[in-house]
């Protein structure tokens, strides 16, 4: 299995930037699609972005679509998440979280955060207006 570990999250104002990285150790790094999920007081878990083993194939949250980018590296087994043009109501906290490539789940199913084993702890990210 793979043990996750957000980090990069703070207090930013609206309209500014940060990028969250995760780290992962354990099992074959490239053996997982990785995503971003996020979940502010009161809400459910949200999808924010995946990214598959290659890193070839993206997908994004229509509210964050043009404004975030989620990249990997495989020889450091780490994903990104840079956010730009923040807004406060992107305040949550995000998880990093994977799952199994060989599982060959559609975009769709990517989507939801039962489809994924792992995640790590999460890193609050804060956007004032």
């Known amino acids: 299995q793979v043990q996750l570990v957000e980090s990069g999250g703070g207090l930013v104002q609206a309209g500014e930037s940060l990028r969250l990285s995760c780290a992962a150790s354990g099992r074959a790094f490239t053996s997982y699609n990785m995503g971003w999920f996020r979940q502010a007081p009161g809400k459910e878990r949200e999808f924010v972005s995946s990214i598959n083993q290659s890193g070839e194939r993206t997908d994004y949250a229509d509210s964050v679509k043009g404004r975030f980018t989620t990249s990997r590296d495989n020889v450091k087994n780490t994903v990104s998440l840079q956010m730009n043009s923040l807004k406060p109501e992107d305040t949550a906290v995000y998880y990093c979280?994977?799952?199994?490539?060989?599982?060959?789940?559609?975009?769709?199913?990517?989507?939801?955060?039962?489809?994924?084993?792992?995640w790590g702890q999460g890193t609050q990210v804060t956007v004032s207006s």
């Open positions: 979280a994977a799952h199994l490539a060989i599982l060959n789940l559609s975009e769709v199913q990517k989507r939801r955060h039962s489809a994924y084993a792992y």
